[in-house]
T-cell receptor
Framework: EADIYQTPRYLVIGTGKKITLECSQT?????MYWYQQDPGMELHLIHY???????EKGDLSSESTVSRIRTEHFPLTLESARPSHTSQYLC?????????????FGPGTRLLVL | AQTVTQSQPEMSVQEAETVTLSCTYD???????LFWYKQPPSRQMILVIR??????QNATENRFSVNFQKAAKSFSLKISDSQLGDAAMYFC?????????????FGTGTRLQVTL
């Protein structure tokens, strides 16, 4: 399995709370991604980063924000969680330079907002 | 925009048998990559196999092989000698070969059950 980690794996939280989902990779990859996956559904890209101090919004609009201060770290933050944010969040990373840009995925964080 | 369609929400195969998972995609691009990812229950998503669109030869990885039909925009996955550990969600994904974003577009997935 790839060296990409996500914490927490499961999170149950009340509406209005601020949460940060952590993602770290030890492969030295420049590119990192956040996907949202609802049960039984495809993954949708919500954020990505080319490298340090680079962040872009993905195809699916999200109220979350991300930061990339260090190469290995790509946290996702929700300032005020709502039940509509309940989902699984997957982090991924890839090495820059085609065709080797296979994305490696973390184990995911399952978020439940009550 | 590219789309990826997996028309089989669930499939079942007996251990040691062969199963084929279907995937079609829509794109106006000529150069791209196609992937099959496997997501076991509560475990990490891992890459199963990758196909470059400019290669006519179908990719193979041990018991996994693809049937890539570029003109038909079809990319099916064949699993031979199925094992219990093959049970998982399988996602087909598309990535453009142009640009630097490397964004993946996923299908809705096929849940594969492996029975004894």
């Amino acid at each position: 399995e790839a060296d990409i980690y996500q914490t927490p794996r499961y999170l149950v939280i009340g509406t209005g709370k601020k949460i940060t989902l952590e993602c770290s990779q030890t492969m030295g990859h420049d590119k990192m991604y956040w996907y949202q996956q609802d049960p039984g559904m495809e993954l949708h890209l919500i954020h990505y980063s080319y490298g340090v101090n680079s962040t872009e919004k993905g195809d699916l609009s999200s109220e979350s924000t991300v930061s990339r201060i260090r190469t290995e770290h790509f946290p996702l933050t929700l300032e005020s969680a709502r039940p509509s944010h309940t989902s699984q969040y997957l982090c991924a990373s890839s090495e820059y330079g085609q065709p080797k840009e296979t994305q490696y995925f973390g184990p995911g964080t399952r978020l439940l907002v009550l | 925009a590219q789309t990826v369609t997996q028309s089989q929400p669930e499939m079942s195969v007996q251990e040691a048998e062969t199963v084929t998972l279907s995937c079609t995609y829509d794109t106006s691009e000529s150069d791209y990559y196609l992937f099959w990812y496997k997501q076991p229950p509560s475990r990490q998503m891992i890459l199963v196999i990758r196909q470059e669109a400019y290669k006519q030869q179908n990719a193979t990885e041990n018991r996994f092989s693809v049937n890539f039909q570029k003109a038909a925009k079809s990319f099916s996955l064949k699993i031979s000698d199925s094992q219990l550990g093959d049970a998982a969600m399988y996602f087909c994904a598309y990535r453009s070969a142009t640009g630097t974003a490397s964004k993946l577009t996923f299908g809705t997935g096929t849940r594969l059950q492996v029975t004894l």
